[in-house]
């Protein structure tokens, strides 16, 4: 039986300049929350999508070179972005900052960390209404507020996790 090429570069997909970062935060029972934050404050060239190299663990053979079985168990992928937007809601949400409980002004930065989950959506446009995303569906969250540099940058939310 022939083996017939298919012409990839007729259907190819260019993902570059993304045009919308979503995040959605898990509820505290575990699953997906409902509320879905836009997040277009995103710092240009701090938004990152890696995955770390799989891990093979080989079985050897007794009696010959090749090996049994070359297991593989792929790595882990993180993400990273610095958000402009400091707004209370989101550094409680993405960061795990608590309310103050006299003044709704006051946020404060945690004394533990607490486990944060969320989906996060990378949205490009590939044409006209014509779109897709690199979706990670659950992400543990350890993000930090960041103050450095303020006065050639700003306060920002640096929007990292696993």
């Known amino acids: 039986?022939?083996?017939t090429p298919t012409n990839a570069s007729s259907t190819s997909v260019k993902v570059f300049n993304p045009d919308a970062l979503y995040v959605t935060p898990f509820g505290s029972s575990g699953s997906r929350g409902e509320k879905t934050y836009k997040l277009s404050?995103?710092?240009r060239d701090t938004t990152t999508i890696s995955q770390e190299d799989p891990t093979?663990?080989?079985i050897e053979n007794e009696f010959g070179s090749a090996p049994i079985l070359n297991n593989v168990q792929l790595g882990s992928y993180t993400f990273s972005a610095e958000v402009a937007d400091m707004q209370q809601e989101l550094l409680q949400k993405l960061c795990g900052y608590?309310?103050?409980?006299?003044?709704t002004d006051l946020t404060f930065a945690p004394a533990n960390y607490t486990p944060v989950y969320a989906e996060i959506a990378l949205v490009f446009k590939t044409?006209?209404?014509q779109y897709v995303a690199a979706v990670l569906p659950k992400v543990q969250l350890n993000s930090k507020a960041t103050f450095d540099s303020?006065?050639?940058s700003m306060g920002r939310i640096t929007l990292a996790g696993t």
Request: hydrophobic share 30%; charged share 20%.
């Open 1 to 3: 039986m022939a083996n």
């Open 41 to 43: 404050e995103v710092i």
């Open 56 to 58: 093979e663990n080989k």
């Open 98 to 103: 608590v309310p103050g409980t006299t003044s």
């Open 127 to 129: 044409g006209d209404n």
């Open 150 to 152: 303020l006065s050639s």
